[in-house]
């Protein structure tokens, strides 16, 4: 049935998820934005299971490192393996570990521009650095600190991804997204009642004024952010916010 309007550009994505414990995904993923928008199709996301491209009885990912050392490095031949399988031509290829750029919204944006992201989950002591070297386009990191696994940080990416595809938030969420795309912390919120247990929501908010509400809200973004973020006061004049980022070609 063809449609009495124009459909637009397409705008899904497709996300194949690499990692030993699949298992991890369920839960997360299932539920809220992220499930709607699969059900609706803007989201096609796939979890596998690394050791489906392996070959032997055991199953062997892993492998002690050349030169010696304290645990196991993941071995290169069932992630070139499962990536040659799944990739194609326009497939950005992403690896999770604390020694990729840092992830941020600017990268989120980024991200939600590609039809097609490979997310490969490191565990152990990491992956063989031919992996890095010749499969991945880009590494991410979710932070300073170590994780057991690649699966979390994945999730978390994929989170703030989907929420960026066009049609995942509902009309009011979407007015919500002000929030870090004008680079600054949210100004606080309240809802009924009017006073909570000898709390009151600030007059200004009551009054129906919406110029006074903008005003007062932008100045609570602003000294909110000053008071605990000061660095994204920075950031803003480095680099100013926008949906005009490009993702950068491979
Ligand atoms: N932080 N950001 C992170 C992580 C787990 C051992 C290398 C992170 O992205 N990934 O901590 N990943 C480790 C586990 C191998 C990845």
């Not at 600190?145 to 999730?155: D, E, I, K, R, S």
Request: glycine share 10%; with cysteine; proline share 8%.
């Amino acid at each position: 049935m063809t449609p009495p309007f124009p459909t637009g550009p397409k705008c899904s994505m497709k996300i194949d998820v690499l990692t030993l414990f699949p298992e991890m995904f369920a839960g997360p993923l299932d539920v809220s934005i992220v499930a709607r928008a699969r059900k609706a199709g803007l989201l096609d996301l796939r979890v596998h299971n690394l050791r489906d491209w392996t070959h032997d009885r055991h199953k062997t990912v892993d492998d002690r490192p050349f030169g010696g050392g304290a645990g196991m490095v993941m071995k290169p031949e069932p992630l070139f393996e499962a990536v040659e399988a799944l990739a194609g031509e326009r497939t950005h290829i992403v690896l999770l570990g604390p020694a990729g750029r840092p992830f941020s919204q600017a990268v989120a944006r980024e991200l939600a521009q590609r039809e097609h992201v490979v997310f490969i989950c490191g565990s152990y002591e990491g992956v063989d650095e031919r992996v890095r070297e010749a499969l991945a386009d880009d590494e991410l990191s979710i932070g300073d600190y170590v994780l057991t696994n690649g699966g979390l940080p994945a999730m978390v990416i994929i989170d703030a991804v989907t929420r960026l595809l066009p049609g995942a938030l509902g009309d009011d969420q979407s007015a919500a997204d002000e929030s870090f795309s004008h680079g600054l912390l949210e100004y606080p919120h309240y809802t009924r009642p009017a006073e909570f247990r000898g709390m009151k929501v600030p007059d200004v908010l009551l009054g129906g004024h919406h110029a006074e509400i903008e005003k007062w809200r932008a100045s609570q973004a602003k000294q909110r952010t000053a008071e605990r973020r000061p660095d994204l006061l920075n950031e803003q004049l480095e680099q100013p916010r926008g949906g005009d980022d490009q993702p950068p070609q491979n």
